[in-house]
Structure formats: C-alpha cells, structure tokens
C-alpha cells in the first residue's frame, strides 16, 4: 500500500465519490440477500444438542398496510438478529400473518367481499413493505393463521385440550359486544368496560359458550414467573393482579326460604360475627328464584335493577367512589355462626366473576360494604378493636369506621373474642367443621373462546341428539370454513345459516341428525400456539416435533406491545404449560426474554386509522431510504418510551447515513481496498501518529458501547449516539482535513488505520442500515457479504490515553473543559482550570471558598464576591 498521489491533493475528493443513491443500492443488496438464503437456518444445521437462537417479534394483524409502530417493533428484532447472527449464533427470525378476526370480517361487509379476499390482498401490500425495509427474515418458515394447514393443527390442538377436561361448554353470563355481535373474553374488555377492538360498551348476556379451563394453571402461571427473569416488572404485575390470588375461606350460608345452601368466599373469616347482610350479584343464579319468593313489588323491582346493571361496565361497578345501589330481596339467610337471619340483596358493587357472586357483608370492617349500609340503614356491628383499646376509646368509637386493618383483638365473636384476627379465623373455621374450610382463589376466570362470527378457526365439536358434544374425527381435519353469502353479525354465528356444513353424521354413534358447533374460536387461540409452528412449519403429521421445538425454543428474545400482557402473553404461557403436560415441549415459559416497545405518536396523539393520522412507511422509503428510517425510528428515544414522530428526525439521519457515505467512500478512495477486511495496526504503531491514535480511540470507544448498548440493553438510540460520534470523528480527521490520506508524507499506520475505522464504523452501523452498509463495506473492500462478517470486538490497548478532558464548574454550573494529564495531581488540575481564560472570567472579582475535584470527571470552585 502507498500514500496517495500528490497530484492529487488539488482535487476536491468528494466531487471523486459515487453518489449515495438509495433508490439503486436497496434493491440491489436485497437481491443479493434473498439469492445468498442469508436469513434461512434449516433445523438440521443445528448439531445434535446444539440450541439455536430464536429472536421473534409479535406477528401482524393484515388489516392493512404496515404502519410505524410495526417499523420499530421489526427494526429492533432485526437489529437483535444481525448482531447475533454475526456473534456466531444461529438465529432463527421468521414472520408470520395473524389472519384470523373481526377486521378482515367487517372490511369484507363493508366492502361486499369476503374475509378470504380482504385478508390475502393486504398480506399482498404487507409483504410489499417488507421487502421494502429490508428485514432479514426467514421467509421459508411463513405462516398465516387463516391457512387450512395451519388452522387444521388449532383444532388438533383444541382436540386435545377436549380430552383432557380444559375445553368445555356451558351457560354463563358473557361479555358481550352490541357492535361486533359477538363475545370478548375478560381480558378484551377494557378498563373503562369497552369493547378493546372498537370501543363499544359491553353489555352482559347469558349464552352457552365454550371455554379453556386456565384455572387449572392459575397457580402454575404465578409460579413459574420465577423463570421469567428477563420480563418486564410491569407486564409480570399486570399479570400477576389478573391472575389475583387471595388467601381465604370458603363459608356456607343457609336460605330457609329456597331450601339449599350459598357459598361465600371471604379473605376475613375472622369478622364472620360482624356479618349483618348478605348481598348477591344480579347475576347470581339464585337472584330470580328469591326474588319470586317475595311480594310482587319486591320480584318487579329486583328484575328491573337486574336489568339496570347489564348496561354498566364492570369498572363503573367496581368504583370506590359511586353511590352503592341496591335491591333488598325480602328473602333472609341465616349467619352461619351467629344463627341470626340477616338480609339478602341485590348489588351491583358484587361481581359475577370474582369468588361465588356472593359475598358476606360486614360494614364495620369493609369500606364498601360500610357505604352501602349507610346508604340503606342495614346494622353495623363492630368484632375488631385496635389492640389495648375498649368500646368507646379513642379509636374504638364507631364513627372510627369502618377499621378495615387486619391487626387489634376480636370482640364479640364468641369463643375467638379476646385472639387476633389471624387466630380468630382459625378458630372460627374450625368452628364451623364442614360449613368451611380454607382455601384459595383466583381472579382469574376461564377463557372464553367462542365467537358468533364467521371469520376465525371453526371449533371442531360435533352435537349429537344422543351423544352430546362429540369431538371430531382427526382425520376429519381441516374442517374447513363453509362458503357463506352474508357475514352480517345477527347475534349468531354466520356459520349457522350454512345448513348444509352444518348438518353432519355424528362420529360416535352415526346419527344423520348431528350437527356442527356453529361458533368459531377466539383469534388469542391463533396466537397462542404460532411461535412453536415456525421450529417445524411443513409438518404433515403434527402442529410441530418435540426435537424441533426444543432446539429452538424457548423463544430467546421476544418483542411486542405491553397491551398484551393480559391477552396473547398470559394465553401463550398457558398453552405452554398445557403443550408440556402433554409432553409436546421440553420447556414450561414460552419467552424467555421478552421487551415491550412504546408506541410511535404524531403530535402527541396514538397514530391509527379511525384518526387519520398514520405515517405511511413507504413514502419515507422512497424518499429517504429504508436505511435512513430504519435508523430514525430507532433513534428516536428509548425505545420502551412512547416517541412523537418527526419528519426532520428522519432527515437527521439520512445526513448521518451521508457522513458515513463520504467518509468510507473517502478512505476506500485514499487509503486503498485491497486485501478484504484490514487488521488495525497495533497499539504501539497507533501511537506513533497522533490522527491515528485519535482515530483509533473513536472506533474502539464505539465498539465496546454499541455492542452493549444493543443488547443486552435495547438502548438503539444510544448506540445510534456512539456511531455517530464515530463518523464525525471520521470526518473531521479524514474528510474535511483534505490531506490527511494524501500528502507525501503520510505515515503507512494512518492509511491502515483509517481503513480499519471505516470499516469498523460500516461494520457497526450494518444492523441499523443494511443496504448502504453492504455497498460501502463492498466499497472498502470486503470480500464476502458484511453480514457474513463476524461482529467487532474492541481492544482497550487502543483506549489509553495520555490525558483527559474534565467539566468545570462555577458555583455548580458548567462553564468549561480543561484537558489535564491523566496522572495530573489536584493541584495541577486545578491550577489548569482556573488558567482556562473562561473560568478566569467567571472567577474576577470573585473569592474561592472551595475547590472540589472528582477524579476522571469535574472540578467544582465555589465562589462568592470579593
């Protein structure tokens, strides 16, 4: 290698570059991918008890075109894959549609098409914008839900969750929404009782639906988040407050006046004695049959409060702050260890779905069973006393309830006054003998799967006149959707009116007269199970091997939105669990390292369609480059933040992306691109040439941050930050200083080091901006594809220097920098800071009072007049 011609010197070097044009790198190097299989890793590369790496980010919803919330997510896992991949793992990043659900169903009747039409033609346009931006997936693993072969292995799956017990039917009072005429699970109503997918207020009916028994994993789900120690606290609290374990009893009542027993279930057994009312939810089962028992007027008005309540949502129900309403029944239970009658009413503060639907009023100990007996007269008797208080103390009156505390001492509450209440409750139960008994219970209610719409997996149940519900035949499946004419939601499933699909032989006892379960799966039953189809996606026999799943899985590192915490996370576990029970996995937690990514907003407001608001990511393409978008939407904050997005951001790093052009192109040009990758002169050598150890001490600062700072760390912006330190240090040293690379007399160890530079900040920059990285690495040289090119590892060697820059301060105000020997002692610090002619001028007419210097990082003088 020689310096570079003196003729040289007076040619502008940038008029000598190629031009950085977007539009012909990205198409070219995308080529080159998809023709070198650079994102396909078959299973049989993985040597026996080899695991690979599997970085999976959450698939789409095709209900249009990718918007910029999908641009982030998929970035981050394509960043995650390149660096991994380059690490020496071998990484597993495939893609998949969601294509199942009520969207492509209402686009269909809005429209007049079908569901099949609406959702293959946006996976047409998704797919559009994948290729566009340039992820590298493993498109030979592609999956769609909607698919017959994918859909044929949820039913197989629902099939065996039949025969274990945890699929089943019953009646029960449902959520459900007016708009979408169709059930929600628990977990799609929103907090303020809305419909999660169109915001319609949910009313309550009663149907007969089929359900997953999650609950018999409640316990199994809390447990095992000790394996989750990569999630995010948040989603494991959301998770932990929906699943709501509570430690208590199970206590019965006795109505005389229906002749059987209600069971409550009450975390303070200890204040049994204060229990003076009962109350029911409206839809407690026993509510029409006891208000029959009474007058007329009682029966009318209990029905119409009943009826009242299913307008409410169960947030409005549940607030602390609204007035307790109520029905009295005229009906009475007896306490069952007092023997008093007490009560029975009506309230809507008394879920369905929490316990029994029954609780036991206790107001002097319970804020809202003390509201509502304010509000209807009902007695208030007192059975806690703070400890060493009597009635009437200070603290013991009752205008000091109601005492909801836990500690002080039992008062009338026969043989348990005078204990504690956690002694009291023990002896209370024990009292009782078989009218109660410890126990625990869950928040958590079944998942509700059924939906009375046309577009989703049908159930494959068969009704049989003499059988009942009878599982279908395996190798009955697919049992494929029916063609239909009208997907209009009329409260029933589409399916219903396909009377011909309907009607069937029953595989059990071959009545003709059999017919098939018209409603169809939840889309969350989908997604439960895709992650664990993409290890082994053209199996003919089985949703996937256990050898398959276990090299891959758990999933290494999964990327989402925190809205899921509840729905598709919580439902993927459960799955899961149950797949190991049936030993079909090797592994009981899905993920195991799971981020949640913040939204990308526009002028403070969440982008969506019904807004008009969504930035189209393929008009950012053409325009700047998928490269330059890439980087911008991983710059823009950290990534787990909520970001506003701004068209001169985008701009910002198309100008980074221009720095980097010109300084690689610029060393190519200069320094030479022979030999492929170049190995950095060693750290002696560097420190012969000032620019060179300068250069040098930028690469490698860089390559020890980015790499941490990408992962484990997710921090994208602050890498983004280090690189493009990097290249302004390129730039000032190599680009604007024109003869740099080209003098006569230019050292051999600064052409090679910055060679090394450029193509250290090339090679880091790859994950961010592939396309122009893989041009200019092909620039500077390379001699294989960068993405074949193993990650950079820095050398501190490179890192050490002679001296270092320190903030000072003024009064704790920064006024300036002063760079001091490495070595230097605080004297000579602070003499240096107080020479620097800025800190000089803070410091006339004034008087030192202290000095203060911390080593490697500030000086602090405090100063006051004279």
Partial sequence: MTAGSTDSTSIDPAERLPRYDHRAIEPKWRAAWEAARVANVRNDDLAEGEQGTYVLEMLPYPSGRLHMGHVKNYTMGDVITNVRRRSGERVLHPMGYDSFGLPAENAAIKTGGDPRTVTEGNIVGIEEDFEHMGWSID???????????????????????????????????????????????????????????????????????????????????????????????????????????????????????????????TTRPDTLHGATFFVLAPEHPSVERLAALGSPGHAERVAAYVEATKLMSNIDRSATDREKTGVDTGQTITNPVTGREIPVWVADYVLPDYGTGALMAVPAHDERDYAFAQAHGLPIQRVILPTGLMPGDEGGR????????????????????????????????????????????????????????????????????????????????????????????????????????????????????????????????????????????????????????????????????????????????????????????????????????????????????????????????????????????????????????????????????????????????????????????????????????????????????????????????????????????????IVTDRESLTGADVPMVRLQTARAAAQAAVSLTQPFAPHVTSELWDALGGTHGIWDEPWPTHDEAYLATDTITLAVQVNGKLRGQVEVATDADKETILAAAKADPKIATQLEGMSVVKEIVVPGRLVNLVVKPG
């Fill in 139 to 265: 498109w030979d693993r592609k999956l769609a839900t909607h698919a017959p072969d994918y859909y044929r292995w949820t039913q197989w799956l629902f099939l065996k969750f039949f025969e274990r017990g945890l699929a089943y039917q019953k009646d029960a009072p449902v959520n459900w929404c007016p708009k979408d005429q169709t059930v929600l699970a628990n977990e799609q109503v929103l907090a303020d009782g809305t419909c999660e997918r169109c915001g319609t207020l949910v009313e309550k009916r009663n149907l007969n639906q089929w359900y997953f028994k999650i609950t018999d994993y409640a316990q199994a789900l809390l447990d095992d988040m000790e394996l989750l120690e990569e999630w995010p606290e948040r989603v494991l609290t959301m998770q932990r407050n929906w699943i709501g374990r509570s430690e208590g009893a199970r206590v019965t009542f006795t109505c005389a006046a229906l002749g059987e027993d209600l069971e409550v279930f």
């Fill in 398 to 733: 009752d205008e000091d309830l109601p005492l909801a505390a836990k500690a002080g001492v039992l008062v009338d509450s026969g043989a348990a006054s005078g204990h504690t209440p956690v002694d009291g409750a023990k002896l209370i139960v024990e009292e009782l003998g078989d009218r109660a008994e410890f126990t625990i219970n869950y928040r958590l209610r079944d998942w509700l799967i059924s939906r009375q719409r046309y577009w989703g997996c049908p159930i494959p149940i068969i009704h049989c006149p003499d059988d009942g519900a009878v599982p279908a035949d395996l190798d009955e499946l697919p049992i494929l959707l029916p063609e239909v004419d009208d997907y209009q939601p009329k409260g029933k499933s589409p399916l219903a009116a396909a009377e011909d699909w309907v009607r069937t032989t029953c595989p059990k006892c071959g009545r003709t007269d059999a017919r098939r379960e018209t409603d169809t799966m939840d889309t969350f039953v989908d997604s439960s199970w895709y992650f664990l189809r993409y290890a082994d996606p053209h199996n003919q026999h089985e949703p996937f091997s256990r050898e398959a799943v276990d090299k891959w899985l758990p999933v290494d590192q999964y990327i989402g939105g925190v809205e899921h915490a509840v729905l598709h996370l919580l439902y993927a576990r459960f799955f899961t669990k149950v797949l190991h029970d049936l030993d079909m996995v090797g592994f009981r937690e899905p993920f195991a390292n799971l981020f949640t990514q913040g939204m990308i907003n526009l002028d403070g407001k969440k982008m969506s369609k019904s807004r008009g608001n969504l930035v189209e990511p393929l008009a950012y393409v053409e325009k700047y480059g998928a490269d330059a978008l890439r980087t911008y939407i991983l710059f823009l904050g950290p990534p787990e933040q909520d970001a506003d997005w701004q068209d001169n951001g985008i701009e910002g790093t198309r100008r980074f992306l221009d720095r980097l052009w010109r300084f690689a192109q610029t060393v190519a040009l200069e320094a030479g691109t022979d030999g492929g990758a170049v190995e950095w002169p060693s750290p002696e050598e560097v420190a012969t040439d000032d620019l060179s150890r300068e250069l040098a001490a930028a690469a490698h600062t860089a390559i020890r941050k980015v790499r941490d700072d990408i992962d484990p760390r997710f921090q994208f912006n602050t890498a983004i930050s280090a690189l493009m330190e990097l290249v302004n240090a390129g730039t000032k040293l």
